[in-house]
């Protein structure tokens, strides 16, 4: 009943999106679109708590235990809700202590929803001011952590005499007659069950006019995994951080931190970071005064951001600010300070340029897809079953595949699995496939990834979604791929990372340097001949050279290359 229900619901999302983002409709259209949209998104909304609810009042709602990255998660929420914040003009604050380990051992997917529905609730219920996310460790003992999670707002409260209530299904937060907030009153009821079947309780706090605090400690195994933040680039960094908005400066002060010994120079920095205030009158006065300085700016609010005009040395960071988000926000400024030159619109269009193959057999989902491709400028053929799938991965050449799960003749899962095969017995490099579904069911990713698939798209499907994995898989022209687009991927300055080779063979600057030009200089003609080694089927001399070329690589830190490498050998 899952993928009955979800199936059109997802065609009407999908196409509504469409409709509010196309220029050709009139303003009144795109709003009545977003109207479609938005009440098909509750829908589905309203879809999953009942199935959810259903579920536990069966005893068939189930917790899997796997391994989870923290960091990912509540990086991924925190996104997830920023624009909804930014609309409000809410102050979206997210801290969590990076002492915390990478991995810890917990239902992800669950804990996901228990911090999404608790960060909804808190922006539904504000109005002005600011949410925040903490996540902090309390303990941590013989390969155990203990860890809080708290969510706390300045919205309207909740009366003390219905703080009890909260959690209890069908029950509304809303204490007025009138119905001003949405909602089955679910949510609160789901998440305190998953929070039950992880270990812990929900407590919340409230005082009526001046806002809540939600918090529950879960204690959790960790698991061996690193945390793996770029830590060299920014080790002899010198910033200069200016104190405009006091909250600001305090939240990148500290992920400045995280990435290394960092210095301060107030006369001769390398980064200036400056928040821009309604006058601009602090970042006129570091635009004069470091004139030829990168600048980092920050904004509250992504709509102030969004027209606000950028120098060629100057690039943006908004709230809510996150590791990840800022090592890239870094990384970028230093990118575009050492060549500014930007990318035509056909140097971005290229990039996109290749073959996909589209598994998918609901004719509204195939004219979605098509429409999303079709204004990318991408080839594209599209089957209605598995079968038809194969076949024609077998007489034409394409890059990726997107392949539906639920289809007739033969299901995704199964055509997959003839595709490696068929990849296998050609000693072919295996094409990426990305798997889609309606279902979202629990499980689902992990059981699609744990076959072997690249990477899983839900649906509805929309073009943000398809570009991201577009970017991951299609960053070159892989259409008709040679040996030379291998040596373009492979020798691809930002795959050579200097530092990463100084660090592994404990060299200098210098040497490694000269490990990159050599290393660039062969593969170009050491994967000519693997390539004629396929071609030929030589076994044995593709095993040896693939051996060979896999130790110049281990040379230059191209760690994922090394292990395609070990697989063909």
Same mark, same amino acid.
């Given at each position: 009943?899952?993928?009955?229900?979800?199936?059109?619901?997802?065609?009407?999302?999908?196409?509504?999106?469409?409709?509010?983002?196309?220029?050709?409709?009139?303003?009144?259209?795109?709003?009545?679109?977003?109207?479609?949209?938005?009440?098909?998104?509750?829908?589905?909304?309203?879809?999953?708590?009942?199935?959810?609810?259903?579920?536990?009042?069966?005893?068939?709602?189930?917790?899997?235990?796997?391994?989870?990255?923290?960091?990912?998660?509540?990086?991924?929420?925190?996104?997830?809700?920023?624009?909804?914040?930014?609309?409000?003009?809410?102050?979206?604050?997210?801290?969590?202590?990076?002492?915390?380990?990478?991995?810890?051992?917990?239902?992800?997917?669950?804990?996901?929803?228990?911090?999404?529905?608790?960060?909804?609730?808190?922006?539904?219920?504000?109005?002005?001011?600011?949410?925040?996310?903490?996540?902090?460790?309390?303990?941590?003992?013989?390969?155990?952590?203990?860890?809080?999670?708290?969510?706390?707002?300045?919205?309207?409260?909740?009366?003390?005499?219905?703080?009890?209530?909260?959690?209890?299904?069908?029950?509304?937060?809303?204490?007025?007659?009138?119905?001003?907030?949405?909602?089955?009153?679910?949510?609160?009821?789901?998440?305190?069950?998953?929070?039950?079947?992880?270990?812990?309780?929900?407590?919340?706090?409230?005082?009526?006019?001046?806002?809540?605090?939600?918090?529950?400690?879960?204690?959790?195994?960790?698991?061996?995994?690193?945390?793996?933040?770029?830590?060299?680039?920014?080790?002899?960094?010198?910033?200069?951080?200016?104190?405009?908005?006091?909250?600001?400066?305090?939240?990148?002060?500290?992920?400045?931190?995280?990435?290394?010994?960092?210095?301060?120079?107030?006369?001769?920095?390398?980064?200036?970071?400056?928040?821009?205030?309604?006058?601009?009158?602090?970042?006129?006065?570091?635009?004069?005064?470091?004139?030829?300085?990168?600048?980092?700016?920050?904004?509250?609010?992504?709509?102030?951001?969004?027209?606000?005009?950028?120098?060629?040395?100057?690039?943006?960071?908004?709230?809510?600010?996150?590791?990840?988000?800022?090592?890239?926000?870094?990384?970028?400024?230093?990118?575009?300070?050492?060549?500014?030159?930007?990318?035509? *619109?056909? =140097?971005? +269009? !290229?990039?996109? #340029?290749?073959?996909?193959? &589209? @598994?998918?057999?609901?004719? %509204?989902?195939?004219?979605?897809?098509?429409?999303?491709?079709?204004?990318?400028?991408?080839?594209?053929?599209?089957?209605?079953?598995?079968?038809?799938?194969?076949?024609?991965?077998?007489?034409?050449?394409?890059?990726?595949?997107?392949?539906?799960?639920?289809?007739?003749?033969?299901?995704?899962?199964?055509?997959?699995?003839?595709?490696? *095969?068929? =990849?296998? +017995? !050609?000693?072919? #490099?295996?094409?990426?496939? &990305? @798997?889609?579904?309606?279902? %979202?069911?629990?499980?689902?990713?992990?059981?699609?990834?744990?076959?072997?698939?690249?990477?899983?798209?839900?649906?509805?499907?929309?073009?943000?979604?398809?570009?991201?994995?577009?970017?991951?898989?299609?960053?070159?022209?892989?259409?008709?791929?040679?040996?030379?687009?291998?040596?373009?991927?492979?020798?691809?300055?930002?795959?050579?990372?200097?530092?990463?080779?100084?660090?592994?063979?404990?060299?200098?600057?210098?040497?490694?340097?000269?490990?990159?030009?050599?290393?660039?200089?062969?593969?170009?003609?050491?994967?000519?001949?693997?390539?004629?080694?396929?071609?030929?089927?030589?076994?044995?001399?593709?095993?040896?050279?693939?051996?060979?070329?896999?130790?110049?690589?281990?040379?230059?830190?191209?760690?994922?290359?090394?292990?395609?490498?070990?697989?063909?050998?």
């Amino acid at each position: 009943m899952s993928h009955e229900i979800r199936t059109p619901l997802n065609a009407i999302i999908g196409f509504s999106d469409i409709l509010s983002n196309s220029s050709e409709l009139k303003s009144d259209n795109k709003k009545q679109a977003q109207i479609i949209q938005t009440s098909a998104n509750s829908l589905l909304s309203i879809i999953n708590d009942i199935l959810d609810i259903s579920k536990i009042e069966s005893g068939n709602f189930d917790i899997a235990i796997e391994k989870t990255d923290l960091y990912f998660i509540s990086e991924h929420v925190i996104e997830l809700f920023s624009k909804r914040a930014s609309e409000k003009h809410l102050k979206l604050i997210f801290n969590i202590d990076h002492k915390i380990p990478l991995c810890i051992l917990t239902d992800g997917i669950r804990l996901r929803q228990v911090l999404s529905n608790l960060l909804s609730n808190a922006i539904k219920f504000t109005h002005e001011g600011k949410v925040s996310l903490n996540i902090t460790l309390l303990e941590e003992k013989n390969n155990r952590s203990k860890i809080r999670f708290e969510i706390e707002d300045s919205g309207i409260g909740i009366p003390q005499e219905k703080l009890e209530n909260v959690f209890k299904p069908f029950v509304q937060v809303d204490h007025k007659s009138s119905r001003q907030y949405e909602g089955t009153g679910l949510g609160l009821s789901i998440c305190s069950h998953i929070v039950q079947s992880l270990g812990s309780q929900i407590q919340a706090q409230s005082k009526e006019n001046v806002g809540s605090k939600f918090f529950f400690d879960l204690e959790f195994e960790t698991c061996d995994d690193n945390l793996h933040i770029s830590k060299s680039f920014l080790n002899h960094v010198k910033f200069k951080v200016t104190k405009e908005d006091s909250d600001l400066y305090h939240y990148i002060k500290r992920y400045i931190g995280l990435f290394g010994t960092v210095n301060t120079d107030e006369e001769n920095p390398d980064i200036v970071i400056c928040s821009c205030d309604k006058t601009k009158d602090a970042l006129d006065t570091m635009r004069e005064r470091y004139e030829n300085t990168p600048i980092l700016i920050l904004f509250n609010h992504e709509d102030e951001a969004k027209n606000f005009k950028l120098k060629a040395n100057e690039h943006t960071l908004v709230l809510p600010f996150y590791a990840s988000k800022v090592n890239d926000a870094l990384q970028e400024l230093l990118r575009k300070t050492k060549q500014v030159v930007k990318p035509s *619109k056909d =140097e971005i +269009e !290229k990039k996109y #340029k290749a073959n996909v193959l &589209v @598994a998918e057999d609901n004719e %509204a989902n195939q004219e979605l897809i098509s429409y999303i491709l079709d204004s990318m400028n991408i080839n594209y053929s599209i089957q209605d079953n598995g079968l038809k799938a194969l076949k024609e991965y077998k007489e034409n050449s394409y890059d990726l595949v997107l392949m539906d799960i639920n289809m007739p003749i033969l299901d995704g899962i199964e055509s997959f699995k003839a595709i490696r *095969k068929y =990849e296998e +017995e !050609k000693l072919l #490099k295996q094409i990426p496939i &990305v @798997a889609l579904t309606a279902n %979202a069911v629990k499980g689902d990713k992990e059981r699609f990834l744990s076959l072997g698939m690249n990477d899983y798209l839900s649906k509805p499907i929309n073009t943000d979604e398809i570009k991201k994995v577009f970017d991951k898989y299609l960053k070159e022209d892989t259409h008709n791929s040679s040996s030379k687009d291998s040596t373009i991927m492979i020798a691809n300055e930002e795959k050579l990372n200097v530092s990463k080779i100084v660090d592994k063979l404990g060299v200098s600057e210098n040497i490694a340097n000269m490990i990159v030009n050599k290393f660039k200089k062969d593969i170009t003609k050491d994967l000519e001949e693997l390539e004629s080694l396929i071609e030929n089927q030589e076994k044995e001399a593709i095993a040896q050279k693939a051996h060979y070329i896999k130790n110049s690589c281990l040379n230059v830190a191209l760690d994922d290359i090394c292990q395609l490498l070990q697989k063909l050998e």
